[in-house]
C-alpha cells in the first residue's frame, strides 16, 4: 500500500473508510480497523475470504468522483498552478461554488 495512503489513514479522524477495490487487501482493512473505522471496500474477485460491503455506502463514492472529475474541468485546479495549499484550496472552493451555481 502506499505511505501517502497509510499517513493519509493515521493523520485524519474517519467513520469511514471508502476506497476502490485495488485497496483490497488485508494490511489495508487492519490499518482502518485499527483506526476504528469501518472499511468500505468491494472484496478483489480473487479473494477467498469475502468481506461484507455496504452497497449503498459504496455507492455514493461515484458521487465524489463525478465531483472530482468536474472540478478538473477547470484547468487551474486540474493544473495546479498555486504554489501554496492555503491558495489551491481557495482555487478548488471557488470552482466547487460554481459548480453549485450551474
Not at 459504496?58 to 465531483?67: P, S, V
Request: glycine share 0%; with cysteine.
Amino acid at each position: 500500500m502506499p505511505r501517502k495512503l497509510l499517513h493519509c489513514l493515521r493523520a485524519r479522524p474517519a467513520e469511514v473508510v471508502i476506497a476502490d477495490a485495488a485497496y483490497d487487501a488485508d494490511h489495508v482493512r487492519e490499518a482502518v480497523a485499527e483506526k476504528g473505522a469501518e472499511a468500505v471496500i468491494p472484496n478483489n474477485p480473487s479473494r477467498a475470504l469475502k468481506h461484507p460491503l455496504d452497497e449503498d455506502l459504496y455507492a455514493q463514492r461515484h458521487l465524489i468522483e463525478c465531483c472530482i472529475s468536474k472540478l478538473k474541468h477547470f484547468r487551474r485546479v486540474a493544473t495546479r498552478y498555486e504554489k501554496t495549499m492555503r491558495n489551491y484550496s481557495a482555487i478548488v472552493a471557488i470552482a466547487s461554488i460554481l459548480l453549485w451555481l450551474r
